[in-house]
């Protein structure tokens, strides 16, 4: 005979683990689907950092490039500037000596004079070109930073979200949605400028 009141410990301690799983589990999938999707969303901001960031060194070197290149037209200027002043030195002498100079001066200095103007405008180009450059690539500098920003609030969130998977706090996972809230925001934020 029994001494008191059998209760089965074993079906209730069944039951009781399968409520907490069933409600835990829910949880659980809730915190899995929501870091799955930051997770994507920061596989997809670091690419698209990685390529701004890529754009626009590739633009800075090509400003560097071009940089060069008007340096060069600009020294070829100064020589054709200095080859004019020669041809009117020359010509100088030759009225110093109370004589007139030959037409030969006069026509390299005009020359001289026109090629100083073709080479000015292909060096202003570059210059231009070269601004543009520069421009552009701070343009994608300023949206790396918005894409890698966004990257380190997703890597926060997900930490976030596995912290609350393991401790089953949803205080934790509320926080690991804001964060991951705050990550989105600033990843659409380089596509409306």
Not at 10 to 32: C, D, N, P, T
Not at 108 to 128: C, F, H, P, S, T
């Amino acid at each position: 005979m029994p001494e008191g009141p059998e209760v089965e410990m074993e079906k209730l301690h069944e039951a009781v683990k399968e409520e907490l799983e069933r409600e835990g589990g829910a949880f659980l999938r809730q915190i899995s689907l929501t870091t799955a999707i930051l997770a994507a969303f920061a596989a997809i901001a670091s690419l698209l950092a990685g390529s701004n960031v890529n754009t626009a060194l590739a633009l800075k070197a090509e400003a560097t490039r071009l940089q060069g290149e008007a340096s060069d037209q600009w020294a070829y200027y100064q020589a054709k500037g200095i080859k004019g002043a020669i041809q009117e030195a020359s010509a100088a002498a030759w009225l110093a000596a109370g004589r007139t100079a030959p037409p030969k001066y006069q026509e390299k200095m005009q020359r001289y004079a026109d090629e100083q103007v073709a080479i000015q405008e292909k060096a202003r180009g570059m210059e231009r070109e070269r601004d543009e450059k520069l421009k552009e690539s701070e343009h994608l500098l300023h949206r790396h930073h918005f894409f890698a920003d966004a990257v380190a609030l997703f890597q926060v969130s997900i930490a976030l979200g596995a912290v609350a998977a393991l401790t089953r706090a949803r205080m934790v996972w509320y926080g690991s949605l804001v964060t991951g809230g705050a990550g989105i925001v600033f990843f659409v934020l380089p596509f409306m400028h």
